[in-house]
């Protein structure tokens, strides 16, 4: 069976540092990856996704930026944070772009 | 935008089934009815999804409207893990759109009581 990997599960970043997130999906092969972030009380952002490795596609402009260096790993980075960052984050993966999206357990970043 | 409407909070008590309604009245043929839940503090858990038939599978059932706008999603015997908030989303399975779009809304609070 398929298992997605997230970590860390918590992280506090002073603003400006730099951030790394790491996702990982075991089980399967060239999966469809995503980033989304969830902030306090709002629905999901879908942030960026990825159909291969070095294939990434971005939904919306922001401080952030994402890599997938190899076919399950998937990579959510920023080299300054900012407030606006905090939120929860979740990597997702699915068979096909079209089909079940399936979450991980997501990462919680508290910018500060 | 979501386009789907769920009440904001339900009850159920344990052992006993909890039918979450939605209205989905813009539904196009082709977008799915899709049912996630997420216990606070966790990723999203998938549960269940169709398109015009009802569906069943080890979590839930799943009832589509004859015209497809609303459906119901149904827990038969809830118990107190089953307190999330659950989201009914419809979306796209067109082999040529791309990219399908998952969106949440602020979905629907069920706590399941002792």
């Known amino acids: 069976s398929q298992t997605i990997h997230q970590w860390p599960a918590t992280l506090v970043q002073p603003v400006g540092s730099p951030l790394s997130l790491e996702c990982t999906v075991e089980g399967t092969s060239n999966p469809n990856l995503y980033w989304y972030r969830q902030a306090a009380g709002r629905g999901l952002q879908l942030l960026f996704y990825?159909?291969?490795?070095?294939?990434i596609s971005s939904e919306v402009p922001q401080n952030l930026s994402a890599s997938r260096p190899q076919d399950r790993q998937f990579i959510l980075s920023s080299k300054k944070l900012l407030l606006s960052d905090s939120g929860f984050y979740l990597c997702?993966?699915?068979?096909?772009?079209?089909?079940?999206?399936?979450f991980g357990p997501g990462t919680r970043l508290l910018v500060l | 935008d979501a386009k789907t409407t769920q009440p904001p909070s339900m009850d159920c008590a344990e052992g006993r089934a909890a039918n979450l309604p939605c209205n989905h009245s813009t539904i196009s043929g082709n977008e799915y009815v899709y049912w996630y839940r997420q216990i606070h503090s966790q990723g999203p858990q998938y549960i269940i999804h169709?398109?015009?038939n009802n569906e069943t599978n080890e979590m839930a059932s799943l009832i589509i409207t004859e015209d497809r706008k609303s459906s119901t999603l149904i827990l038969p015997h809830a118990t107190l893990r089953d307190t999330a908030v659950y989201y009914c989303i419809v979306r796209d399975h067109l082999m040529n759109s791309g990219y399908s779009t998952l969106t949440f809304g602020k979905g629907t609070m069920l706590l399941v009581s002792p």
């Open positions: 997702a993966w699915s068979v096909t772009p079209q089909e079940t999206q399936y």
């Open positions: 169709g398109l015009k």
């Open positions: 990825s159909v291969g490795i070095g294939q």
